[in-house]
């Protein structure tokens, strides 16, 4: 009889444990609110880009990212991260052109100076299908081309 209660508790556990964690974190999303929010836009030759940066109140960013090329298909999507002092790291996950099939992600980072974002180049290596600044190598803010000013948000 002993067997059958600790069988029977060991199937229900997982179901059990998952409706709490789900719960949980429905309710620290819910606590996490927007605290600020800025826009920004820059353009570079015939390439222009709009973002949006959302602070939340975990110290969280989240927000979007919109690049037009002048000669390529534009990238589109949404951006997370956080602030390390002045420079602001995010994970950029995006669609290029008109394909919502396949997204992308790539690191980006930006230093903030002046009130402005300046978006800087790195190299980026491909780990089990996600991407990372190299470790090591340093982020290059002056050979970035696109340097971001704070616009009123539509």
Do not use: W
């Amino acid at each position: 009889m002993k067997k059958i209660f600790f069988y029977l508790a060991l199937i229900t556990f997982p179901f059990v444990y998952a409706c709490n964690s789900s719960d949980k974190k429905a309710e620290a999303a819910k606590a996490d609110s927007v605290v600020n929010q800025t826009c920004y836009a820059s353009s570079f030759e015939k390439d222009s880009a709009a973002m949006i940066v959302k602070k939340m109140s975990s110290g969280k960013v989240t927000g979007s990212l919109l690049i037009k090329y002048g000669e390529k298909p534009q990238n589109n999507g949404k951006i997370d991260g956080t602030f390390h002092g002045d420079t602001l790291l995010v994970d950029y996950r995006f669609n290029t052109g008109g394909d919502t099939t396949r997204a992308f992600t790539n690191p980006l980072a930006f230093l903030k100076k002046d009130g402005k974002l300046i978006m800087g180049v790195a190299q980026i290596e491909t780990t089990l299908g996600r991407s990372y600044f190299v470790k090591g190598k340093p982020i290059n803010y002056e050979a970035g081309k696109f340097t971001f000013e704070e616009v009123p948000c539509k």
